[in-house]
Nanobody, 128 residues
């Protein structure tokens, strides 16, 4: 069982930056691929970024590529999402998710149903 807790959301203006963090419980954090998803009102939950257990592989949605960066610190059981050049369309609740997977697996899951554990979410609002 893994428990996830997100932090770092808030209200910012277009062009600003935010850094989201997700802390996980447990002692085998590198055995989990991690992902960030978001869900805007009236829309389905969508993949934003993901990272393999070792941190060696990352994946991004086309809409955030070049603006967002995912990273992880396995010593601190944490994964981060650095969001730069924010746009109003980035407004959503952002969720951290974990999928149990050996660290040598380099592929990054992208579908919500591929993840086993979810955080409660943190609101990001970008004003124009």
């Amino acid at each position: 069982q893994v428990q996830l807790g997100e932090s770092g959301g808030g209200l910012v203006q277009a062009g600003d930056s935010l850094r989201l963090s997700c802390e996980a419980s447990g002692r085998t954090f590198n055995n989990y691929a991690m992902g960030w998803f978001r869900q805007a009102p009236g829309k389905e939950r969508e993949f934003v970024a993901g990272i393999s257990g070792s941190g060696g592989s990352t994946a991004y949605a086309d809409s955030v590529k070049g603006r967002f960066t995912i990273s992880r610190d396995n010593a601190k059981n944490a994964v981060h999402l650095q969001m730069n050049s924010l746009k109003p369309e980035d407004t959503a609740v952002y969720y951290c998710a974990a999928r149990r997977r050996p660290p040598w697996r380099t592929e990054v899951p992208r579908a919500p149903n591929e993840y086993d554990y979810w955080g409660q979410g943190t609101q990001v609002t970008v004003s124009s």
